[in-house]
């Protein structure tokens, strides 16, 4: 049996007045995954467990089978693992938004326009963020550049007492109640706000502002941890496990419980990834030895957050017709048994912006497992709400998707 997870990062949504009052699984066009809902299994999983952040360090932990009330350390640390940052006991890791904020006010202030600064490339922003380290960092403090506006700050024996904010969650509002607090929050408020003046007039930043895009003028500190320490996937569930991503939180998930990571030339964690060439890598996987593939996707996250309507429901289509059709077809193709979870990690409701804790809809087929074609059964928040299963524990879906019980 091969086992292939297609997920789209925050596919989920509520009815938008734009897609005539429905999400866009309900509007986009997806005749693979229609197919697939009527033969296989549909349901609801709660990816994120009461009282924690919807975030998707959380929600993937949960997919991938790992509760994160006894392995969550932060989100952080699993990008320090994926840039490989060596971190030490005592260290404290730090996600480093490079941001766009407003002008021309003091900087509490200031408003928070954009979490990604126009989707910086990563050889702009990796300039930026040799400039921060040679500006701001110290004996126990650096910072190492990451892939777009994603980026890492580590302090050495810091304090992990803080009250920290996503800068997704807070578009287009004055920072002031948002800023660093806890135990020394002066020091990161104080590098936050140092940040705007040595940025803002950086070379790359005038040029991005001449050509209408928007600068990456500050930096944002949030997503703190500590090292994190998963047991492997390989003894825990006896299977060989691969990770295809272009983002390095879920890279780094997939280091710490020693899967594979399998890197896709084009891969770029938003509308313009290349989608056909990461179904082509977990065939590839499959066939050199690898039992299971877990493909992740970020455009309809980002597209979610930037309140992009079309764009969202594009990126769900091309999944369905450069993923899951081109998946499907070549695991047919190879005549063996095989068995295929579609789902999102967490909603992103285009009207919200940011995350939401509400449980998401799952697909699973299994191809040793015929089933009457039920065209009635569909792959979307409310089609999957009224098959009556839940999954309550994000955690177990994986032992339904690879056993049949949770």
């Given at each position: 049996?091969?086992?292939?997870?297609?997920?789209?990062?925050?596919?989920?949504?509520?009815?938008?007045?734009?897609?005539?009052?429905?999400?866009?699984?309900?509007?986009?066009?997806?005749?693979?995954?229609?197919?697939?809902?009527?033969?296989?299994?549909?349901?609801?999983?709660?990816?994120?467990?009461?009282?924690?952040?919807?975030?998707?360090?959380?929600?993937?932990?949960?997919?991938l089978g790992y509760d994160p009330r006894e392995y969550y350390?932060?989100?952080?640390?699993?990008?320090?693992?994926?840039?490989?940052?060596?971190?030490?006991?005592?260290?404290?890791?730090?996600?480093?938004?490079?941001?766009?904020?407003?002008?021309?006010?003091?900087?509490?202030?200031?408003?928070?326009?954009?979490?990604?600064?126009?989707?910086?490339?990563?050889?702009?922003?990796?300039?930026?963020?040799?400039?921060?380290?040679?500006?701001?960092?110290?004996?126990?403090?650096?910072?190492?550049?990451?892939?777009?506006?994603?980026?890492?700050?580590?302090?050495?024996?810091?304090?992990?007492?803080?009250?920290?904010?996503?800068?997704?969650?807070?578009?287009?509002?004055?920072?002031?109640?948002?800023?660093?607090?806890?135990?020394?929050?002066?020091?990161?408020?104080?590098?936050?706000?140092?940040?705007?003046?040595?940025?803002?007039?950086?070379?790359?930043?005038?040029?991005?502002?001449?050509?209408?895009?928007?600068?990456?003028?500050?930096?944002?500190?949030?997503?703190?941890?500590?090292?994190?320490?998963?047991?492997?996937?390989?003894?825990?569930?006896?299977?060989?496990?691969?990770?295809?991503?272009?983002?390095?939180?879920?890279?780094?998930?997939?280091?710490?419980?020693?899967?594979?990571?399998?890197?896709?030339?084009?891969?770029?964690?938003?509308?313009?990834?290349?989608?056909?060439?990461?179904?082509?890598?977990?065939?590839?996987?499959?066939?050199?030895?690898?039992?299971?593939?877990?493909i992740h996707i970020e455009a309809p996250d980002e597209c979610?957050?930037?309140?992009?309507?079309?764009?969202?429901?594009?990126?769900?289509?091309?999944?369905?017709?450069?993923?899951?059709?081109?998946?499907?077809?070549?695991?047919?193709?190879?005549?063996?048994?095989?068995?295929?979870?579609?789902?999102?990690?967490?909603?992103?409701?285009?009207?919200?912006?940011?995350?939401?804790?509400?449980?998401?809809?799952?697909?699973?087929?299994?191809?040793?497992?015929?089933?009457?074609?039920?065209?009635?059964?569909?792959?979307?928040?409310?089609?999957?709400?009224?098959?009556?299963?839940?999954?309550?524990?994000?955690?177990?879906?994986?032992?339904?998707?690879?056993?049949?019980?949770?």
């Amino acid at each position: 049996m091969k086992y292939v997870i297609v997920l789209g990062d925050g596919m989920a949504d509520y009815p938008v007045a734009e897609l005539n009052n429905q999400t866009p699984l309900q509007y986009a066009d997806l005749p693979t995954i229609r197919d697939l809902a009527g033969r296989g299994r549909v349901g609801l999983v709660k990816t994120i467990p009461t009282g924690m952040s919807p975030g998707s360090d959380t929600a993937n932990l949960s997919v991938l089978g790992y509760d994160p009330r006894e392995y969550y350390t932060g989100r952080s640390p699993f990008e320090a693992a994926s840039m490989g940052v060596e971190m030490k006991k005592g260290d404290i890791s730090f996600r480093c938004n490079l941001v766009t904020l407003s002008d021309g006010e003091p900087y509490k202030e200031k408003q928070l326009l954009d979490y990604s600064a126009g989707e910086i490339s990563s050889e702009e922003s990796a300039e930026l963020i040799t400039t921060i380290n040679e500006y701001l960092s110290s004996d126990r403090i650096k910072f190492y550049p990451g892939t777009s506006y994603r980026h890492l700050m580590i302090w050495e024996g810091g304090p992990n007492r803080w009250r920290l904010t996503p800068p997704h969650d807070i578009i287009g509002k004055q920072i002031n109640p948002y800023l660093p607090s806890g135990e020394e929050s002066g020091v990161l408020f104080t590098m936050m706000e140092k940040s705007f003046p040595l940025l803002k007039d950086q070379e790359i930043n005038r040029d991005r502002v001449s050509r209408g895009l928007n600068p990456a003028n500050s930096i944002w500190i949030w997503g703190e941890g500590t090292r994190s320490a998963l047991p492997a996937f390989n003894d825990k569930y006896g299977l060989r496990g691969a990770v295809i991503s272009a983002v390095d939180l879920i890279k780094g998930i997939a280091y710490c419980a020693g899967m594979k990571v399998i890197k896709v030339e084009g891969a770029t964690g938003d509308i313009d990834t290349n989608y056909a060439g990461k179904a082509e890598a977990a065939l590839a996987a499959l066939d050199s030895g690898e039992d299971l593939v877990f493909i992740h996707i970020e455009a309809p996250d980002e597209c979610g957050h930037q309140a992009r309507v079309k764009q969202k429901v594009k990126s769900i289509e091309l999944i369905d017709r450069l993923v899951v059709r081109a998946v499907r077809e070549g695991l047919d193709r190879r005549c063996g048994e095989y068995s295929l979870l579609i789902l999102p990690d967490h909603a992103t409701p285009l009207s919200l912006r940011t995350h939401t804790s509400d449980p998401v809809p799952f697909l699973l087929y299994r191809s040793s497992e015929p089933r009457p074609v039920n065209l009635e059964q569909k792959f979307t928040e409310e089609g999957a709400a009224r098959t009556g299963l839940l999954v309550e524990e994000g955690h177990h879906l994986m032992d339904l998707f690879l056993t049949g019980t949770d």
